[in-house]
């Protein structure tokens, strides 16, 4: 997984490095250098984050349920 994806996966399921270092349990700095491209990405961490990235870019969150503005 490249830096770039790394951060395209983030955004696509909706975490900050922050929030992503706190689900996998690591540093913060951990998350900053594998964006960087500092670090390499663990392959399981790359494999978890492309299939969380996917569901997410296939299933959005429902839109239909807002109040319509009048």
């Not at 922050?18 to 913060?28: L, S, V, Y």
Request: proline share 7%; charged share 30%; net charge positive.
């Amino acid at each position: 997984m490249t830096p770039t994806r790394f951060r395209e996966c983030l955004a696509a399921i909706g975490w900050s490095q922050r929030g992503f270092a706190t689900k996998i349990g690591a540093d913060e700095r951990l998350a900053r250098r594998w964006a960087a491209g500092q670090s390499d990405i663990p392959p399981s961490v790359a494999a978890w984050l492309e299939v969380l990235a996917r569901v997410h870019e296939e299933f959005p969150s429902p839109k239909e349920w807002r109040r319509k503005e009048v």
